[in-house]
């Protein structure tokens, strides 16, 4: 079941970006985009079967797991890493908290439990 929570990108407090637009996430999230302000991003996701990550997947995204499955299958034999999943938000707030320009989307609430700095909300 999704939350009433809005979507939010978020990244730990010592992040050098206080904000993302909608075409850095999606360049990030395709491996088309590595950096930020000169420094790597780690994009991290949620499990494939995930609510949250269909919602990211489609409202951000603007795609399908189907076809960001055959996109990822595709770009890592041209050397192209897929972002690391994780199995719940809670972990994605942990990791985001301890390793700088690493970058996730969580509900809003989660972002605010773990303190990590916003940098992108999505729109319902």
Do not use: C
Not at 56 to 72: D, G, M, R, S, V
Not at 83 to 100: H, R
């Amino acid at each position: 079941m999704l939350s009433a929570d809005p979507l939010v990108i978020a990244s730990g407090e010592n992040f050098g970006v206080n904000a993302i637009n909608i075409d850095e996430i999606r360049g990030i999230y395709t491996g088309k985009q590595f950096r930020l302000n000169n420094n790597k991003v780690i994009p991290l996701n949620l499990g494939i079967d995930n609510p949250l990550r269909s919602k990211f997947e489609q409202n951000i995204l603007n795609e399908n797991k189907e076809t960001l499955a055959q996109y990822w299958l595709q770009a890592h034999y041209l050397g192209h890493r897929a972002p690391k999943v994780f199995k719940s938000q809670e972990s994605v707030a942990e990791f985001l908290s301890k390793v700088d320009n690493s970058i996730g989307y969580v509900d809003e609430e989660i972002a605010q439990k773990y303190h990590l700095k916003i940098l992108f909300r999505a729109k319902e």
